[in-house]
């Protein structure tokens, strides 16, 4: 079955520390990747997305990610973490046959210590 | 660009009662997406129209939910005699015709509270 899997449900990071959440998915095929951002009471925001060519994508707010197929993997990552970045982050995934919807993981609540 | 719309923001009512949402969605863009997102979860899909035709329902979607977008344009998801579980939040989201891989914007949601 097609699935995204965030191991990860709570992170604890320091501001200015480095972040890294991990997002895997489940298919034969590589499907269209993305990573959303959710604060409070919001809608989702568009951080990045990779569908093909060069693992290593970069988006919005200083975060890339890297997919690896060998790992079935798509983590996100930001050098340095500043406090507003605490949110919830969503994996998600378009997997062929699967129609134009997004298959979202459970999420990864971030939380900044100042 | 004024961003996808959705209308309420919240909306509380009792059990049994009829409820209706919109969506406005980014002007040119003609797939629109409904989501529902529970506590805890990540949105999980449950419609989906290219221009006025629903292609693609969720089994989630019960006889009890029904969605529209008539011209193509805004779209309406109504519930009848809501039930508690029906309590989570709404997503809209859209995007422009194209391959899959066309990212989907989401509006703000609305959030449904069942008394």
């Known amino acids: 079955a097609q699935s995204v899997t965030q191991p990860d449900i709570h992170i604890t990071v320091s501001e200015g520390a480095s972040l890294e959440l991990r997002c895997n998915y489940s298919?034969?095929?590589?499907?269209?990747l993305f990573w959303y951002v959710q604060s409070p009471g919001q809608g989702l925001q568009l951080l990045l997305k990779?569908?093909?060519?060069?693992?290593l994508v970069q988006g919005i707010k200083g975060f890339e990610a890297e997919f690896k197929r060998s790992q079935s993997s798509f983590n996100l990552r930001k050098p340095s973490v500043h406090w507003s970045d605490a949110a919830e982050y969503f994996c998600a995934g378009v997997f062929t046959g699967g129609g134009n919807k997004l298959t979202f993981g459970t999420g990864t609540q971030l939380k900044v210590e100042l | 660009d004024t961003g996808v719309s959705q209308n309420p923001r919240h909306k509380i009512t009792k059990r049994g009662q009829n409820v209706t949402f919109r969506c406005d969605p980014i002007?040119?863009?003609?797939?629109l997406y409904w989501y529902r997102q529970t506590l805890g979860q990540g949105p999980e899909f449950l419609t989906y129209?290219?221009?006025?035709?629903?292609?693609?329902k969720s089994r989630l979607l019960s006889d009890r939910f029904s969605a529209e977008r008539p011209k193509g344009s805004f779209s309406t998801l109504e519930i009848q005699r809501t039930e508690q579980g029906d309590s989570a939040m709404y997503l809209c989201?859209?995007?422009?015709?194209?391959?899959?891989?066309?990212?989907?914007?989401f509006g703000d949601g609305t959030r449904l509270s069942i008394l």
């Open positions: 002007s040119e863009h003609n797939r």
């Open positions: 129209f290219q221009n006025e035709a629903q292609l693609e």
């Open positions: 298919y034969g095929a590589t499907p269209y």
């Open positions: 989201a859209s995007s422009p015709t194209g391959g899959s891989n066309q990212p989907q914007h």
């Open positions: 990779y569908f093909s060519g060069d693992t």
